[in-house]
T-cell receptor, first 113, second 114 residues
Framework: NAGVTQTPKFRILKIGQSMTLQCTQD?????MYWYRQDPGMGLKLIYY???????DKGEVPNGYNVSRSTTEDFPLRLELAAPSQTSVYFC????????????FGQGTRLTVV | QQQVKQSPQSLIVQKGGISIINCAYE??????FPWYQQFPGKGPALLIA?????SEKKEGRFTISFNKSAKQFSLHIMDSQPGDSATYFC?????????????FGKGTKLSVKP
């Protein structure tokens, strides 16, 4: 059982480039999330999804886009990368929302130069 | 949006000592309060969680205690070990604008010295 798998683990982008962070889960969870983690700031929600075809903005959605065409996959798209998007990104999933355990991936460390 | 205030930001404890991390919350309505543990280079993982029908929950060396009047949760790590060195996050379900997600505290970096 792989849980939540994120790719890539590391990436360096130049300002203005775009990329997609991949996230897939094999637990048949309806809820999926993207968080970013900056030093000393905890985890901030970028986007979330409560099921295939349904997505919504979190606390810090600007500069990002998501899609959820299947239960398993929840990719995060960065358009026109900026230095402020340098961060560690975590994808997570849960069975029934915020009052159940969230399972996190290993993270993607992104640097924008 | 619900705010969660976690303290201290960092903590150094000798092996065998007690580590105490606190989280204060604003909203009185909740049904789940988890703590997550994160090792360097890894994603957070659920450590222990409590629901409001109990004031304390213990799992091994880890205990959550709940002070309803102070609106505060505490994580106690008894007999702290170097392997407990990690960052700990309290979290709170967001029943406000963004439904279905957790709001995390800013984290406490724990270092247990041998």
């Amino acid at each position: 059982n792989a849980g939540v798998t994120q790719t890539p683990k590391f990436r360096i982008l130049k300002i203005g480039q775009s990329m997609t962070l991949q996230c897939t889960q094999d637990m048949n969870h309806n809820y999926m999330y993207w968080y970013r983690q900056d030093p000393g700031m905890g985890l901030k929600l970028i986007y979330y999804s409560v099921g295939a075809g349904i997505t919504d903005k979190g606390e810090v959605p600007n500069g990002y886009n998501v899609s959820r065409s299947t239960t398993e996959d929840f990719p995060l798209r960065l358009e026109l990368a900026a230095p402020s998007q340098t961060s560690v990104y975590f994808c997570a999933s849960s069975y029934r929302g915020s009052n159940t355990e969230a399972f996190f991936g290993q993270g993607t460390r992104l640097t924008v130069v | 949006q619900q705010q969660v205030k976690q303290s201290p930001q960092s903590l150094i404890v000798q092996k065998g000592g007690i580590s105490i991390i606190n989280c204060a919350y604003e909203n009185t309505a909740f049904d789940y309060f988890p703590w997550y543990q994160q090792f360097p280079g890894k994603g957070p993982a659920l450590l222990i969680a409590i629901r409001p029908d109990v004031s304390e929950k213990k799992e091994g060396r880890f205990t959550i205690s709940f002070n309803k009047s102070a609106k505060q949760f505490s994580l106690h790590i008894m007999d702290s070990q170097p392997g407990d060195s990690a960052t700990y996050f309290c979290a709170f379900p967001n029943y406000g604008g963004s439904q279905g997600n957790l709001i995390f505290g800013k984290g406490t970096k724990l270092s247990v010295k041998p």
